[in-house]
């Protein structure tokens, strides 16, 4: 258990829809990433809190959002789902910026 | 800005041989390296990381990676191979205070 925790485990919705992945770190880390991993793309970065703050923005699209709450969890909004969206979504965590990070078990997105 | 490539999708491995999983590296200034390891539907672990030092870096699992800077270069080896260390491994960078960044992974297969 690497004390990161992700919920929901599984999410099945439409197209069109908009989802809320959410994330609690691990106790003491202030550092909070979200990747997709889709087959054929490998693990894209999507983005970084630090301390509340957005630090790092990679291939995110859009119509997805994300925010880092004054308790540290934070949340990524996926909205006007596609197809294409269907993915993994994994939060990880660490104590710092660039240091080692753990992961959720991830989010297992379905859009149908 | 930072990249990682592993130039191998998949490896294959008798057990009890030696294993190596290739992995080099572009990043401005000190780079922070790690290794991470993905079962089937779970999350990815951390098995090690190099951030100064020693350039033989001991992580979990009997696993090791050598930096090798010349060759940007962060191979990971094993010497001797269990058909348990069979799963998909991810290389990984940051630069100190920025986002990590993955590499597309390489599937290694350990043969009974």
């Known amino acids: 258990d690497s004390g990161v925790t992700q919920t929901p485990k599984h999410l099945i919705t439409a197209t069109g829809q908009r989802v809320t992945l959410r994330c609690s770190p691990r106790?003491?880390?202030?550092?909070v990433y979200w990747y997709q991993q889709s087959l054929d793309q490998g693990l894209q970065f999507l983005i970084q809190?630090?301390?509340?703050?957005?630090?790092a923005k990679g291939n995110i699209l859009e119509r997805f959002s994300a925010q880092q709450f004054p308790d540290l969890h934070s949340e990524l909004n996926l909205s006007s789902l596609e197809l294409g969206d269907s993915a993994l979504y994994f939060c990880?965590?660490?104590?710092?910026?660039?240091?080692?990070?753990?992961f959720g078990q991830g989010t297992r997105l379905t859009v149908v | 800005a930072q990249s990682v490539a592993q130039p191998e999708d998949q490896v294959n491995v008798a057990e009890g041989n030696p294993l190596t999983v290739k992995c080099t590296y572009s990043?401005?200034?000190?780079?922070?390296l790690f290794w991470y390891v993905q079962y089937p539907n779970r999350g990815l672990q951390f098995l090690l990381k190099?951030?100064?030092?020693?350039?033989l870096v001991k992580g979990s699992y009997g696993f090791e990676a050598e930096f090798n800077k010349s060759q940007t270069s962060f191979h990971l080896k094993k010497p001797s191979a269990l058909v348990s260390d069979s799963a998909l491994y991810f290389c990984?960078?940051?630069?100190?205070?920025?986002?990590?960044?993955f590499g597309k992974g390489t599937r290694l297969h350990i043969l009974p």
């Open positions: 106790s003491g880390d202030l550092s």
């Open positions: 990880a965590s660490s104590v710092w910026t660039g240091a080692e990070a753990f």
């Open positions: 190099y951030i100064t030092g020693d350039n």
């Open positions: 809190y630090y301390n509340g703050e957005e630090r």
């Open positions: 990984a960078v940051s630069n100190r205070d920025d986002k990590i960044i």
């Open positions: 990043v401005s200034g000190n780079p922070y």
